[in-house]
């Protein structure tokens, strides 16, 4: 691993090699000119999704987490997602899935993790890298994730479904969101 790409993670020489190890076996790290963008590459295990009865909602059944199949302000109507993703930014995209209701067997809809978003995608699938038939007529656009950029506070990390690469932009830009709860037990 570069020295520069070390030191952007954060990482010492020796006793961080286990993290390194992980970083190269999880995540393929991209930095660009700004050092902000990230690049989720498959883990190697085979993904297992289930949409639920209703087609509303998947579940990952690797990470328990429960997925809504469209972004958003978009309604799923016979397979596929209708209508505009709505543009929120990140402080009212989490107040909005914060004042949802809990389902019933699980936790409350939230923004998804970085970590947990890259999930949502499959980098060997040719041209886009999100699966149709989970999240049908995704747009190739930024969403946000939860986590805040420790570098840079004003900013969140975000996910172009495009390429799914993650980048850090300002929290007051507006993006799309693709809900996410853990599931019941």
Known sequence: ??????????????????????????????????????????????????????????LDTRTRLVWRRCLEGQQLRAGRCEGEPMMLDWSVARARLANQPVMPGGGPWRLPGMQELTTTVDMTQPGSPVDARLFPDTPRVYV??????????????????????????????????????????
């Not at 000119?33 to 289930?50: D, M, N, Y």
């Not at 007051?172 to 693709?178: D, I």
Request: zero cysteines.
């Open 1 to 58: 691993m570069s020295p520069v790409l070390r030191r952007s993670l954060g990482l010492q020489r020796r006793h961080d090699r286990p993290v390194v190890r992980r970083l190269r076996a999880g995540l393929a790290i991209m930095v660009f000119a700004l050092g902000t963008a990230v690049s989720a590459q498959p883990s190697g295990r085979e993904a297992a999704f289930i949409i639920s009865a209703d087609g509303q909602e998947v």
């Open 144 to 185: 946000w994730s939860a986590d805040v950029n420790e570098r840079m506070p004003t900013q969140a990390w975000a996910m172009f479904y495009a390429n799914g690469y993650l980048m850090s932009a300002w929290q007051s830009l507006q993006y799309p969101v693709r809900a996410v709860r853990n599931a019941g037990p």
